[in-house]
């Protein structure tokens, strides 16, 4: 056994093991490391996203109902509004006043101007809209009237396009939940350069994913390495 432990001791690897830190030190590295890959990756899933020029907001539901009958909805956060969503519960209805009058949704060219549609995923919003759809250009759009879906638009989940200025006009999707006489606006998108956007467009995954990953990564190869370690001293105990 002495022979064994002698030439384990010259063994390079083993070397270098022996050099690193204690095991109560390597093991409040790797807690430290793993607490901040926790936190990285908490950081990353609870905030809305930039990258690149799309815009992408997931966390900032907006509610429109008979206990919030209105809210202006500021799709960049500039401290701007770019559309007030009301509910007027008389008649009822759902209704969404421009602010700007650059600001306008994606309809049917077919259907009342009035009126907004549901767009297939991947359906191109930009200065030129597929056949068929066009940019509405009035003041108010309505969603629901006395209880029933109006245009294009269905109850449950529906995507929707729309322009709005931005320092020059930008593109941009929402997702609405859609009922009788409720509204929420569950997440949305928008490109800030001007140019072109899909529905259901999001940006990319940012190097902070990739940084976590390899967080992730070096904490296993860390845990590998010291079970294999450990494992070398017990054969020579």
Request: proline share 4%.
């Amino acid at each position: 056994m002495k022979v064994i432990k002698k030439k384990l001791d010259k063994n390079p690897t083993n070397k270098r093991i022996n050099s690193q830190l204690t095991k109560k030190e390597r093991a409040c590295l790797d807690s430290k490391l793993l607490g901040y890959t926790v936190l990285a990756a908490g950081i990353l899933v609870t905030s809305d996203k930039a990258d690149g020029a799309i815009q992408y907001f997931s966390l900032s539901a907006i509610t429109i109902n008979s206990s919030n009958p209105t809210s202006n909805w500021d799709i960049d956060n500039d401290a701007t509004p770019d559309f007030q969503i009301h509910y007027n519960s008389t008649v009822p209805y759902l209704s969404a006043r421009r602010l700007n009058a650059n600001n306008a949704w994606v309809r049917n060219a077919i259907s009342s101007s009035s009126y907004i549609d549901v767009l297939p995923t991947a359906t191109i919003i930009g200065p030129t809209l597929p056949t068929n759809y066009a940019f509405q250009n009035v003041a108010t759009v309505f969603f629901t009237n006395t209880g029933t879906v109006l245009g294009g638009l269905s109850n449950g989940s529906n995507l929707v396009g729309f322009q709005f200025n931005a320092g020059g006009i930008r593109y941009g999707w929402a997702e609405f939940q859609l009922a009788s006489n409720q509204l929420t606006i569950t997440r949305w998108a928008y490109e800030n350069t001007g140019q072109p956007i899909q529905t259901g467009e999001v940006p990319e995954p940012n190097s902070l994913a990739y940084l976590i990953a390899g967080y992730v990564g070096l904490v296993e190869m860390r845990r590998r390495r010291k079970a294999r370690a450990e494992g070398r001293e017990a054969e020579l105990k």
